[in-house]
């Protein structure tokens, strides 16, 4: 029988101060800078260069101000609407959008420009190749564009020795060199997979190491888990 472990390893809320720039500072100091009277921002670029980590702190520093903020994405049914105390309109992976959608994304482009409110949106191309009608593609590209680019390793292996120190995990460079070696360079990724770990070492009370990574990862392709 195993010891089921408290949930102590949760992940700390997205925001500017823990983003990793890199090669991505410009997007991070025009982010930090951004104002409801500001020309809308697209930010685009494969899965784990941050696009969901700025919008979301960009989330935050606006309602840490004051200002209500909404966000849609690809899976909120359209219409939509805009509080019309809103002060941010977040649009998230624009590349999905259907027909309803990009009507409403561009009602609220109208509605962002008529009243002052600033837009960030994301996708994981440029606009230019976004496959949406002409008038948003349109929108969504003639402010400031930024294609962000994954973190580069050594920025993924200080953010993982930051993160294992923040919970008191031993990440050995064994481990952390198997972790970056078999797996996507993808931060939000492997930060899920360094909470499991953290998990399935209280549960067997075994301290985490290659072999005990292997026999996880074995047990939860067969459905055993923790």
């Known amino acids: 029988m195993r010891q089921i472990p408290l949930p102590i390893g949760t992940e700390p809320p997205r925001s500017f101060d823990n983003f990793l720039p890199g090669a991505n500072a410009p997007a991070l100091a025009h982010l930090m800078a951004l104002s409801a009277s500001s020309a809308p921002v697209y930010l685009w670029g494969a899965p784990g260069s941050g696009k969901t980590h700025l919008l979301h702190a960009v989330v935050r520093r606006f309602q840490d101000d004051g200002a209500r903020t909404v966000w849609f994405g690809a899976n909120d049914l359209a219409p939509w609407a805009r509080d ?6 977040v649009l998230d992976d624009c590349h999905h959008f259907d027909t309803d959608q990009q009507q ?8 962002a ?3 002052g409110v600033a837009v960030v949106a994301a996708g994981r191309v440029p606009p230019v190749d976004l496959a949406l009608r002409e008038d948003l593609r349109t929108r969504l590209g003639w402010g400031h564009v930024f294609a962000l680019q994954p973190p580069a390793e050594p920025e993924v292996r200080g953010a993982l020795r930051r993160e294992a120190d923040r919970r008191g995990v031993l990440l050995s460079d ?16 492997l930060m899920s997979l360094l909470d499991r770990l953290d998990e399935f070492s209280l549960a067997t009370k075994r301290p985490i190491t290659v072999p005990m990574l ?3 990862l074995a ?3 067969h459905g055993g888990g923790t």
């Open 174 to 189: 064994e481990v952390m060199d198997h972790l970056l070696t078999r797996f996507a360079r993808d931060l939000k990724h």
């Open 113 to 115: 420009a008529t009243h």
């Open 214 to 216: 292997k026999v996880m």
């Open 219 to 221: 047990e939860q392709e």
């Open 104 to 111: 409403a994304a561009f009602g609220l482009f109208v509605q």
């Open 84 to 89: 019309e105390r809103c002060g941010l309109i």
